[in-house]
């Protein structure tokens, strides 16, 4: 504020400067008298001025006197750079550092509020949560708003949920075209004058305006805006991006960049997208080779399926600048839907379960139209050009099978069909599946299939991949150290001398966690123990003929017990196929840290937070409204309860809404284990 008084007084004095001197020249000029003229003569009569002439002189100098002054002001104006910069308490707050450097004054006024409801800082997702607020908050709320909408900017003292609310009740009018260029406008101010707000601002508005196909909107923003909003190399269209890598035409770059970065965990893997934007093309070119026989184009299908959302949807006039916005902003959207449907296809093929969402909100005649036209010749157009695709490496498999965690079985079912009668190569098969694996939290489970199903052919090969199983088993975040209970194969065991010296081996494995080592020890197992006896012949007769029953029972069944200094292991036969192993370990071993809880987290919530680490920090809506539903608990509720409770620690989100499913930052979650 004192920067504008003291440029305001500046201009004044320089003003009234320029009309003393303007002044001063009249005054010299009336006191002169007429000159006369070097030609003229002594005594000759000489013409009297014209007054209207006199006026326009004078009019004139003062003009230019005024053209001066503000040509100097104006010249003056643009050497001044303003800066202010912060002080301490002993210094003058009145002082003003003049620089080089540059100072954008915001418009609008800022407006100290000393009382402001306070509101506790939650996360705020939408409009709705204003109805958390009491009814105190939402009548400050209202004047909040109305004192904004006319440009006057609040201090809000920290309560941020007030901007934030307001943020998404702009964003909900964004949605009506007549308001586009205003709500941006506002969205900007909010920005400017809550900064907390700004990367949010900024996002969603760049959001809005992709939805809207309002490109040249958002590369404005960003270049308007650099210092709040960073882009990432993910926002580049599509086409420009990978025109070299995929050899495009400018026609398919052209149809590609009608797409952005899907923002997905399966396209996160550029194989995948690479794949996906192949097939995007691939379909457009039999879409269009279907519909040519109709005398039309995918093109103008999309055109007439977008105008009926205009007219029958939002009411438009044909031809009317709403019409012609609301057209082309539905054409891009029926191309990102197909873009979708394409990528679902290729999940599919490649054995990913998650599927995207492809549900359209479209009045019934488009919806039909688009169902008939298009959709229903892509259950036919798939099953064509999938088989073209190039097949996923092994980087893009191992990717694959941690973003979904069961998608070992597949593979399985096909290594048990091809080689389940060599054991051999059965045996090879798994270990190439496991490396697959190798980040899947789930690998234990493909051993512990593979050992069960391979049992009855191959003693050692079934015992060695229980060994894997439980070595991987051992590494998970399910084992707290203190408690674990196994099954395994009774026929991997003939006598209860073999079980014990498993028994053995799986303690050694236990401490020092030597894979290696156990695998070279597994052959041990089986191995014939010679022992010099001497038996009493007659003994064993008498006690057979007494007890014959009970030795034919205990023959059948295998049981035993080991303990040493660290673990306790007991073996209990359960039934006719399987033997119990529970492991109790006596102490934590050296190096070993007990979990802490620094955020307070409840007993659900940290269960919640080990499921998502064990399905590769992915759940679907259905997993976890299981979950939630098993402790007695809303889905949402749950979510949000953790997500508050991390807030302070992350000022940001621990879980997401990701179409159908729910991820959890890994980045935090680590952040948390460190903790």
């Given at each position: 504020m004192e920067v504008l008084i003291i440029i305001t007084v500046f201009i004044l004095i320089l003003t009234v400067a320029a009309k003393r001197k303007s002044g001063k020249r009249q005054s010299e000029t009336k006191q002169q008298p007429p000159s006369l003229e070097k030609n003229d003569e002594p005594g000759a009569t000489q013409p009297t001025t014209n007054m209207s002439e006199r006026s326009r002189t004078k009019d004139t100098t003062m003009d230019d006197d005024k053209q001066k002054a503000k040509e100097l002001?104006?010249?003056?104006?643009?050497?001044?750079?303003?800066?202010?910069?912060?002080?301490?308490?002993?210094?003058?707050?009145?002082?003003?550092?003049?620089?080089?450097?540059?100072?954008?004054?915001?418009?609008?006024?800022?407006?100290?509020?000393?009382?402001?409801?306070?509101?506790?800082?939650?996360?705020?997702?939408?409009?709705?949560?204003?109805?958390?607020?009491?009814?105190?908050?939402?009548?400050?709320?209202?004047?909040?708003?109305?004192?904004?909408?006319?440009?006057?900017?609040?201090?809000?003292?920290?309560?941020?949920?007030?901007?934030?609310?307001?943020?998404?009740?702009?964003?909900?009018?964004?949605?009506?075209?007549?308001?586009?260029?205003?709500?941006?406008?506002?969205?900007?101010?909010?920005?400017?004058?809550?900064?907390?707000?700004?990367?949010?601002?900024?996002?969603?508005?760049?959001?809005?305006m992709q939805g809207k196909g309002d490109y040249d909107g958002i590369a404005r923003i960003r270049q308007q805006y650099q210092q709040f909003y960073q882009p990432s190399e993910y926002e580049y269209r599509l086409g420009s991006k990978y025109k070299t890598k995929l050899n495009l035409t400018n026609e398919q770059e052209a149809l590609a960049n009608k797409l952005w970065y899907p923002g997905n965990n399966f396209c996160a893997i550029e194989f995948c997208l690479l794949q996906a934007i192949k097939l995007y093309l691939s379909v457009i070119n039999e879409l269009n080779t279907i519909l040519s026989s109709q005398n039309c184009s995918l093109q103008k299908e999309f055109e007439a399926i977008a105008g009926l959302v205009a007219t029958k949807q939002f009411r438009y006039r044909p031809g009317s600048d709403n019409y012609r916005y609301t057209v082309q902003s539905t054409v891009e959207e029926l191309h990102r839907l197909l873009f979708k449907h394409a990528e679902n296809a290729l999940r599919d093929y490649y054995g990913h379960k998650r599927k995207l969402n492809t549900d359209v909100t479209y009045p019934a005649e488009a919806a039909a139209?688009?169902?008939?036209?298009?959709?229903?010749?892509?259950?036919?157009?798939?099953?064509?050009?999938?088989?073209?695709?190039?097949?996923?490496?092994?980087?893009?498999?191992?990717?694959?099978?941690?973003?979904?965690?069961?998608?070992?079985?597949?593979?399985?079912?096909?290594?048990?069909?091809?080689?389940?009668?060599?054991?051999?190569?059965?045996?090879?098969?798994?270990?190439?599946?496991?490396?697959?694996?190798?980040?899947?939290?789930?690998?234990?489970?493909?051993?512990?299939?593979?050992?069960?199903?391979?049992?009855?052919?191959?003693?050692?090969?079934?015992?060695?991949?229980?060994?894997?199983?439980?070595?991987?088993?051992?590494?998970?975040?399910?084992?707290?150290?203190?408690?674990?209970?196994?099954?395994?194969?009774?026929?991997?065991?003939?006598?209860?001398?073999?079980?014990?010296?498993?028994?053995?081996?799986?303690?050694?494995?236990?401490?020092?966690?030597?894979?290696?080592?156990?695998?070279?020890?597994?052959?041990?197992?089986?191995?014939?123990?010679?022992?010099?006896?001497?038996?009493?012949?007659?003994?064993?007769?008498?006690?057979?003929?007494?007890?014959?029953?009970?030795?034919?029972?205990?023959?059948?069944?295998?049981?035993?017990?080991?303990?040493?200094?660290?673990?306790?292991?007991?073996?209990?036969?359960?039934?006719?196929?399987?033997?119990?192993?529970?492991?109790?370990?006596?102490a934590i071993p050296v190096g070993t840290v007990a979990q802490s809880n620094p955020l307070s987290l409840t007993s659900v919530q940290m269960e919640l937070l080990d499921m998502f680490s064990k399905h590769s920090f992915t759940l679907s809506d259905e997993e976890l409204e299981a979950f939630a539903r098993s402790k007695s608990l809303f889905k949402n509720s749950l979510v949000e309860s953790v997500n508050e409770a991390c807030m302070e620690q992350f000022d940001d989100l621990l879980i997401e809404q990701e179409d159908d499913n729910l991820i959890m930052n890994q980045q935090y979650y680590q952040t948390l284990r460190a903790v």
């Open positions: 002001t104006e010249a003056l104006l643009k050497t001044i750079k303003v800066q202010i910069s912060p002080v301490s308490s002993a210094n003058d707050d009145s002082i003003i550092d003049v620089s080089k450097e540059e100072y954008k004054i915001p418009a609008g006024k800022v407006v100290n509020t000393p009382q402001v409801p306070y509101w506790p800082h939650v996360y705020v997702y939408s409009f709705q949560d204003i109805n958390r607020a009491s009814a105190e908050q939402k009548a400050f709320y209202q004047e909040y708003k109305q004192r904004f909408l006319k440009g006057e900017y609040l201090d809000l003292q920290g309560n941020t949920n007030y901007a934030f609310i307001l943020l998404f009740d702009l964003l909900n009018e964004y949605d009506k075209p007549v308001f586009l260029i205003d709500v941006e406008k506002k969205l900007q101010a909010l920005a400017e004058h809550y900064p907390r707000t700004a990367s949010y601002c900024l996002t969603f508005l760049v959001q809005k139209e688009l169902q008939a036209k298009i959709i229903s010749q892509l259950h036919n157009i798939f099953p064509v050009l999938l088989p073209s695709l190039s097949s996923p490496d092994e980087l893009t498999e191992v990717e694959l099978n941690v973003q979904n965690t069961g998608r070992w079985k597949l593979a399985f079912e096909k290594i048990k069909a091809e080689y389940g009668t060599n054991s051999q190569r059965f045996f090879e098969a798994i270990q190439h599946l496991g490396t697959l694996n190798k980040r899947n939290p789930s690998i234990e489970n493909i051993f512990f299939e593979a050992s069960k199903f391979i049992a009855k052919a191959d003693r050692q090969g079934a015992l060695t991949l229980y060994v894997y199983y439980l070595y991987y088993d051992l590494r998970s975040s399910t084992f707290d150290n203190k408690q674990l209970t196994k099954t395994i194969q009774k026929s991997l065991f003939n006598t209860n001398e073999e079980l014990h010296e498993f028994e053995r081996l799986i303690s050694d494995l236990i401490q020092d966690k030597n894979l290696e080592k156990a695998l070279s020890a597994v052959p041990t197992v089986f191995a014939r123990k010679r022992k010099k006896i001497k038996l009493d012949t007659a003994a064993i007769t008498e006690v057979h003929q007494k007890h014959g029953a009970t030795v034919n029972l205990l023959g059948t069944i295998l049981a035993d017990e080991y303990e040493d200094a660290n673990t306790a292991i007991k073996t209990q036969q359960v039934n006719k196929e399987e033997v119990e192993i529970e492991i109790m370990q006596k």
